[in-house]
């Protein structure tokens, strides 16, 4: 899909794009916003689709995208558009559970330029597949080994999800594994774990201010976790229309006001996190959007 920018494109504020490749997913995690599991599909998306989003993204001024599912790493074509993103200067994280990656794509995960993220919940065996559905612990462990061996810069996100669950001495595994970023949050009443119709309050409030998401069918939505919330069709609209259209802004007008008090801006060091979000404002799915969460020695500005 090819496109012209206009020359209001930059209104559109695009710095962060997830891009749902696939519903499909080895485990059946509780609190699955996407309700992913082994029936899942890649959806209607192609591969050529999904390059053209890429295209638009950059054009659009995107900074980074975040491939993710489902698990990203099933989709047969994640290497090719991990390519296709950094030759387009886009920097991509790659969200898995990383229970299985494919020895040849571990090169493509070295490159410069990308980043891993997982999901861990415990320490312990048991309690992991109480949540996920699988026991898949000792191979998660042992794929976050290979990539900190690799030097790929890799971060966790941790959920609370069952009662007395053991997120402390996970954390502290995870450290001692050699990870330093790590995100915890609560489980959000949202897709798996709802209760009927979708709670919007649910949601960190930070949704579509700067991200937006792509679905496998082509859906855009200001983010995978408010996935009801349909502005449009990559499939059938250029990018940056939708961003700019009627039906995205009546989209954003049904996101809870942020939480955080205002757009989280790293240049102003403005985030605001709470107790209610975990330790950064957005859920632990989404990187943080200030340094000061990704870098333990980052100074805000005008302070030493």
Not at 94 to 100: D, F
Not at 122 to 147: F, K
Not at 260 to 286: A, H, V, W
Request: proline share 8%; glycine share 10%; aromatic share 4%.
């Amino acid at each position: 899909m090819s496109m012209t920018v206009p020359q209001h494109a930059n209104a559109t504020g695009l710095r962060f794009l997830w891009l749902e490749l696939t519903g499909k997913c080895q485990l059946e995690c509780v609190q699955c916003y996407a309700s992913s599991s082994p029936t899942g599909t890649d959806g209607t998306m192609t591969i050529l689709d999904w390059k053209g989003v890429i295209d638009q993204a950059a054009a659009l001024g995107t900074r980074q995208v975040q491939f993710i599912g489902g698990e990203p790493t099933l989709h047969k074509a994640l290497p090719g558009l991990i390519g296709h993103a950094l030759a387009a200067k886009i920097e991509v994280e790659v969200y898995s559970n990383l229970v299985h990656i494919p020895e040849s794509l571990w090169d493509t995960l070295s490159q410069p330029g990308v980043r891993l993220a997982t999901s861990f919940y415990s320490d312990d065996a048991r309690e992991h597949m109480l949540i996920t559905g699988r026991n898949t612990l000792a191979r998660t462990q042992d794929n976050i080994t290979t990539a900190l061996d690799r030097g790929i810069p890799l971060r966790a996100g941790m959920v609370r999800v069952l009662d007395g669950q053991r997120l402390d001495e996970g954390q502290e595994l995870l450290q001692r594994l050699g990870v330093t970023q790590i995100g915890i949050d609560r489980m959000r009443l949202l897709g798996r774990p709802s209760r009927g119709a979708p709670d919007l309050t649910e949601l960190c409030g930070a949704c579509g201010r700067g991200s937006a998401a792509v679905l496998p069918d082509g859906s855009l939505t200001p983010c995978p976790m408010a996935r009801n919330m349909r502005g449009g069709n990559v499939l059938t609209t250029p990018l940056v229309d939708i961003l700019t259209g009627v039906t995205w802004a009546q989209a954003l007008t049904l996101v809870p006001d942020p939480r955080m008090g205002e757009e989280c801006e790293p240049e102003k060091n403005s985030c605001r996190p709470t107790k209610q979000d975990g330790r950064d404002c957005p859920p632990s799915e989404k990187p943080a959007c200030s340094p000061r969460f990704c870098n333990p020695d980052f100074t805000p500005p005008g302070k030493k």
